[in-house]
């Protein structure tokens, strides 16, 4: 079966720093570029970071830039998201993405893959 599994959420105080996995089983990331996304309660989703199939090109929204880093392990088929600073305004569902284009997995169209998302919950 092929998809994306997330893990690493939970609750953590303002200021405080988590990462966040996903791993792929049933499918190799090679050749995929990943992402992740998050969408807070009532809110649409936005992307939060990018890489390319090589791990040599990535992407932040400007709300992440200098507190998340995202890294990838193609040996481990897992994509990484260390989370630091975190600010309430970080919590949300945390959802990882696979795809064949890169810009897919900045923008969130044509994803071959979706996680079911894992939840990361930043007290004040």
């Known amino acids: 079966q092929l998809q994306l599994v997330e893990s690493g959420g939970g609750l953590v105080q303002n200021g405080g720093s988590l990462r966040l996995s996903c791993a792929a089983t049933?499918?190799?990331?090679?050749?995929?570029?990943l992402g992740w996304f998050r969408q807070a309660p009532g809110k649409e989703r936005e992307g939060v970071s990018c890489?390319?199939?090589?791990?040599?090109?990535?992407n932040y929204a400007d709300s992440v830039k200098g507190r998340f880093t995202i890294s990838r392990n193609n040996a481990k088929k897992t994509v990484y998201l260390q989370m630091n600073s975190l600010k309430p305004e970080d919590t949300a569902i945390y959802y990882c993405?696979?795809?064949?284009?890169?810009?897919?997995?900045?923008?969130?169209?044509?994803?071959?893959?979706w996680g079911k998302g894992t939840l990361v919950t930043v007290s004040s």
């Open positions: 993405a696979a795809a064949q284009l890169y810009r897919s997995t900045c923008l969130g169209y044509g994803v071959d893959y």
């Open positions: 049933g499918f190799t990331l090679d050749y995929y570029a």
């Open positions: 890489i390319d199939s090589r791990g040599g090109t990535t």
